[in-house]
C-alpha cells in the first residue's frame, strides 16, 4: 500500500471519527440532565426524559434518555397499550452503552457499590399491577390524571430474587419517573437490569 493512500484512508477514518463524535455531541446537547427527587422517600426516586415513542400491535415503545455526568442515560421501555389491573409484558431493553451508563447511574443513586463494566440486561420482562385506577397514592398524595401509574414486579427463580417500583409515566411532560416502594428493593432492582 502506498503511503498516499495509506494518509487518505486515516484522513478518511479520522474525519469519519470527527463527524460521529460531533452528531453524538449534537444528541446529548438536546437531552435534559436527569432529575434526582432526593427529598422525598428514601432518595431514590428519579426522572428521565422521553425522547421517542412508538406504537407497535399490543404496546408503546419509549426510548427514555437523560444525561448524568456528561453521558447519555437510558433504555428502551415497553408498556402494553391496554395496562390491565394484573398482568405481563412491560419489557426494559437495552440502548448498548446508553443502557450501561444507566446503571452506573442507577448503582451510584441507589447507593450501591459500584462495579466496573456493568453490563444492562439485552432484554426483561416483569409483570405489573395498574394503579391508574386508585385516587391516593400511599403517601396520601392526589394522584394526577395525566400520568399512567403502574407497579412493577421483578421476579427470579430464587426465594429472595423479588422487588418492586413505581413507574410513572407522564407523556404531558414526557418523563418516566423511577419511584421507589421500598429502599430495601433497590439492590434487587439492580440486579435485574444487570446482565449476568
Known amino acids: 500500500m502506498t503511503k498516499l493512500l495509506r494518509g487518505t484512508i486515516l484522513l478518511t477514518i479520522f474525519f469519519t471519527n470527527c463527524k460521529e463524535s460531533t452528531r453524538n455531541q449534537a444528541n446529548i446537547d438536546t437531552l435534559q440532565t436527569i432529575i434526582i427527587d432526593k427529598q422525598t422517600d428514601w432518595g431514590g426516586n428519579f426522572k428521565l426524559q422521553i425522547v421517542n415513542k412508538s406504537i407497535n400491535d399490543t404496546a408503546y415503545v419509549y426510548k427514555v434518555c437523560s444525561v448524568d455526568n456528561g453521558l447519555p442515560v437510558g433504555f428502551e421501555l ?4 391496554n395496562i390491565d389491573k394484573f398482568g405481563a409484558g412491560v419489557i426494559f431493553r437495552t440502548l448498548g452503552d446508553t443502557s450501561d451508563n444507566f446503571l452506573q447511574t442507577l448503582y451510584s443513586i441507589y447507593g450501591l457499590n ?7 440486561t439485552n432484554k426483561i420482562t416483569c409483570n ?11 403517601n396520601g398524595a392526589k394522584r394526577l390524571e395525566t400520568i399512567s401509574y403502574i407497579k412493577i414486579f421483578f ?3 430464587g426465594e429472595d430474587e423479588y422487588a418492586e417500583l413505581y413507574l410513572n409515566i407522564d407523556e404531558t411532560n414526557k418523563t418516566v419517573e423511577f419511584e421507589e ?3 430495601e428493593y433497590r439492590p ?3 440486579f435485574f437490569l444487570t446482565a449476568e
Open 114 to 120: 459500584l462495579q466496573s463494566n456493568l453490563k444492562f
Open 78 to 81: 415497553e408498556i402494553p397499550i
Open 155 to 157: 421476579e427470579g427463580t
Open 188 to 190: 434487587y432492582i439492580a
Open 128 to 138: 405489573y399491577t395498574g394503579l391508574n385506577d386508585l385516587t391516593f397514592k400511599g
Open 181 to 183: 416502594k421500598d429502599f
